[in-house]
């Protein structure tokens, strides 16, 4: 499975923001639910949010509304949209698939997000 995230770039706070992970390849069945991480500078990679095949949403704690994680099937797309960044929201962003047993495929590249006015 291929996954390519898009959407990144100099954001104002509070926004808006809204990236796009598009996963290709002949595994990309297998991908039962698909999520956003990032690193923040000085942290470690850290979960956002999960969507699963059927929709359902899964949301760290620390998110608090701010993001909002959505899928187009047809397209094999997930996104991640927020209307309140704050500065501290820099980093780089990724996506990941899940497949049945938990298990995840490689990671894209990211896609840097800067929060700055």
């Known amino acids: 499975v291929q996954l390519v995230e898009s959407g990144g770039g100099l954001v104002q706070p509070g926004g808006p923001l809204k990236l796009s992970c598009a996963a290709s390849g002949e595994d990309v069945f297998r991908i039962y639910v698909m999520g956003w991480y990032r690193e923040t500078p000085g942290n470690p990679r850290e979960l956002i949010a999960k969507?699963?095949?059927?929709?359902?949403?899964t949301y760290a704690d620390w998110v608090k509304g701010r993001f909002t994680i959505s899928r187009d099937g047809e397209k094999n797309t997930v996104y991640l949209q927020s209307d309140s960044l704050k500065p501290e929201d820099t980093g780089v962003y990724y996506c990941n698939g899940e497949r049945a047993s938990g298990t995840i495929f490689s990671w894209g590249q990211g896609t840097q997000v800067t929060v700055s006015s």
């Open positions: 969507i699963s095949r059927g929709g359902r949403t």
